[in-house]
């Protein structure tokens, strides 16, 4: 998920079609969402 300025948003769109140097990208699927906002985040 993601959320920023729409330039932004769009580079980084860009960049996950192309991947990093050596990654072969086959596809990349978005999907549009109304915004929503998140009581609890955490990395485990």
């Known amino acids: 998920m993601v ?3 729409e330039k ?3 580079q980084l ?3 996950l079609k192309r991947g990093p140097k050596m990654a072969r990208v086959l ?3 978005t ?3 109304e915004y929503m906002t ?3 985040f ?3």
């Open 8 to 10: 932004q948003v769009k």
């Open 27 to 29: 596809d990349v699927e």
């Open 42 to 44: 955490s990395i485990r």
């Open 31 to 33: 999907k549009a969402l």
């Open 3 to 5: 959320c920023g300025e």
């Open 38 to 40: 998140f009581d609890n």
């Open 13 to 15: 769109f860009e960049w």
